[in-house]
């Protein structure tokens, strides 16, 4: 059996505020419709957002609404981001 090929957003990329930077991606598996939200740090750890979402917009504009509520380092030092 083939693995489910993997859909990225081209909303997935890079992402930066101040010194720091991270990889936002937002992805969904080709037989699913439902996206996923993950930002990965200069380090490599890896935050999954629990809530999978109808679009990459929706999956993207949550990202940036965490951005604004904690700024990016909030999001990378804090493993459960603030979710609405």
């Not at 990889?23 to 598996?29: A, G």
């Not at 909030?74 to 459960?80: A, K, L, P, R, Y």
Request: charged fraction near 30%; charge should be negative.
């Amino acid at each position: 059996m083939d693995d489910p090929k993997i859909i990225t957003s081209p909303l997935s990329g890079s992402f930066s505020e101040g010194d720091v930077t991270v990889d936002v991606q937002v992805y969904r598996l080709e037989d699913d419709s439902k996206w996923v939200l993950e930002v990965i740090d200069s380090e490599g750890t890896s935050i999954v957002w629990d809530e999978q979402f109808d679009t990459a917009e929706a999956a993207h504009a949550e990202f940036r609404r965490c951005v604004l509520a904690e700024g990016l380092t909030g999001i990378v030092t804090d493993s459960e981001p603030t979710r609405h």
